[in-house]
């Protein structure tokens, strides 16, 4: 579970974060949208102590901070080093053992060089990784960002199954169609401040608060 | 035309700031510069104009790289790609020529101009995807992606290594051994993102720890076949081959060292200044290993012990 409390983020006088209060509990999908920008990546990366912050952030049980797993947006990769080796370095980051059979989920061509996947390869290898790892915290973004249609429902099928392991799992996703049909909860996150939303009260506000009421007035003015 | 060699001049500019180089000291001292370094070449080497012409064409094969020439062809077009190319060439050859021929009236000086405007008419796949085995898969990522990016290298080192055995030259042949371990620094060259360091789940002690004991473990593998050999054929000279081994891994370790001190980056010369410096002077690494250590374990605890 992760409880946050005041979280604030600012960059210069650009405020991200603006006393943020949370909690993320296991066993549930939770989403979260908003636009580019908004502040979803700066999130996670204060979840899982890439960035610092002020406020709390409280892991239980406090252990769980070795046990993230986080799948950044356009996962970085070394250059020269094989699809097999990257699982590899993740497992060994964990004191994990790769296990010699099964951990190709996605059927990924291992033995080639990772750097010469694609935005889809890349993104099921990094994932592949994480859930390797045994992790039980989960921070998805853009899990399904170019991904093909049999991945997509192969995501799915991860994430039902991380829910049902009682893992805690945060996806973000401009695909709001997917978060709708999966997600027991959405977070809207404007102007620094989250807006909830559970799947009993309906998502479509969601799209109403992100629809821009300047955009088509701007298009008409370019094309 | 006019505001991508605009852009190109700002970018250069920019990356000078981040070196810490002041933009106008770099174009007043160069010339200057480039003249004492191709001076020295000549000096030290008879062979000055070929290998000045390899570097040249080693230049000509990164910019001919496929991915950037496809970016500019799709935006510019094939006629404007080929007349940035000529032109980009033809300013790194000019006065590459021009100071071989104040030091040597030869039509060698003319190879850079030439192989300047050739390779302007390739795209190079400077990446290649032949996948190069190595024995270095359990523990990745700093040996297997630096080993096969220089392979060619090491099979250079060690060819000329073989040749220092025919013909009996033992400095060469230690030489080579030694610089292997320059080529090994390099992997250490890289920085990898936040998110690879702080995947582990490991204090900052036990992370470098493991870091510097693969590196060890690894580079005696690269120069194992050198070490048998000069320790089977020299015997006698086993103590001058101990001293550059131990130099050896003595680099390794301070490169380990000095790459996590400044993690992720540091653009200041000075630093690097005392860095090389420590290579080729051994008794300041008295100073530096236990520096880059302090420094590198309190940067490490920020990421890997501090979390939360």
Redesign the interface.
């Known amino acids: 579970m992760i409880e946050i409390k005041n979280l604030r983020k600012t960059y210069g006088a650009n405020i991200v974060l603006n006393d943020i209060d949370l909690t993320f509990k296991p066993s549930k999908l939770i989403g979260l949208v908003g636009k580019n920008g908004a502040g979803k990546t700066t999130l996670f990366k204060c979840v899982s102590g890439l960035e610092t912050y002020d406020g709390v952030i409280h892991l239980k049980p406090k252990e769980s901070i070795h046990k993230i797993g986080y799948l950044p947006t356009n996962p970085y990769i070394m250059s020269r080093i094989t699809g097999q080796e990257y699982l590899q370095l993740l497992c060994n980051a964990r004191n994990k053992s790769l296990p010699k059979k099964g951990a190709n989920i996605f059927n990924l061509p291992l033995d080639e060089y990772a750097e010469n996947y694609s935005t889809g390869m890349l993104k099921k290898l990094a994932l592949t990784g994480i859930l390797l790892q045994g992790n039980a915290i989960f921070l998805l973004d853009e899990p399904f960002n170019g991904l093909d249609l049999e991945s997509n429902i192969k995501v799915n099928l991860i994430l039902e199954k991380l829910k049902a392991k009682n893992k805690t799992i945060i996806i973000s996703s401009h695909i709001l169609d997917s978060l709708f049909k999966i997600c027991d909860e959405i977070n809207l996150l404007v102007n620094g401040k989250i807006e909830r939303f559970n799947q009993g009260d309906g998502y479509s506000k969601i799209e109403d608060v992100l629809a821009d009421s300047n955009f088509k007035q701007n298009l008409d003015s370019i094309l | 035309m006019v505001f991508y060699w605009t852009l190109q001049l700002e970018r250069f500019k920019r990356i000078l700031k981040y070196l810490g180089i002041n933009p106008l000291a770099f174009f007043i001292l160069s010339p200057p510069l480039l003249f004492i370094l191709v001076k020295a070449v000549y000096l030290q080497s008879e062979y000055a104009s070929l290998i000045i012409s390899g570097l040249a064409i080693y230049l000509f094969v990164v910019l001919a790289d496929n991915n950037r020439n496809a970016f500019l062809k799709q935006h510019f077009g094939k006629i404007n790609l080929y007349k940035i190319r000529v032109f980009e060439n033809i300013i790194i050859s000019i006065p590459i020529s021009l100071m071989m021929l104040i030091n040597e009236i030869s039509t060698s000086a003319i190879i850079p101009i030439l192989a300047g405007f050739f390779f302007s008419f390739f795209d190079i796949n400077t ?1 290649g ?1 032949i ?1 190069i085995p190595t024995p270095f ?5 700093e040996f ?3 080993f ?2 220089y392979i060619l290298l090491f099979i250079f080192e060690y060819v000329l290594f073989a040749i220092g055995l025919i013909v009996d030259n033992y400095n060469l042949a230690l030489v080579c051994m030694g610089s292997m371990f320059f080529i090994i620094i390099h992997f250490y060259r ?1 920085s ?5 360091v ?5 204090s900052n002690h036990q992370f470098l720890k493991t870091k510097i004991m693969t590196g060890i473990k690894y580079a005696f593998i690269i120069i194992l076949p050198a070490l048998i050999t000069l320790l089977f054929c020299y015997p006698h000279f086993i103590f001058i081959t101990s001293l550059v081994l131990a130099w050896g891994f003595a680099i390794v370790i301070m490169s380990i060292l000095f790459k996590y001190a400044f993690y992720p980056r540091t653009n200041n010369i000075v630093t690097y200044l005392i860095y090389f410096g420590s290579m080729f002077l051994p008794f300041l690494m008295i100073i530096t290993i236990p520096f880059y250590t302090k420094k590198s374990l309190m940067n490490l605890k920020l ?1 890997l012990n501090d ?2």
Do not use: C, I, M, V
Request: net charge positive.
């Open positions: 990446q995807s996948k898969g359990k523990s990745p990522f297997t992606s630096g096969r990016q890289f990898e993102t936040y998110f690879f702080w995947a582990h789940d490991k990421l979390r939360n």
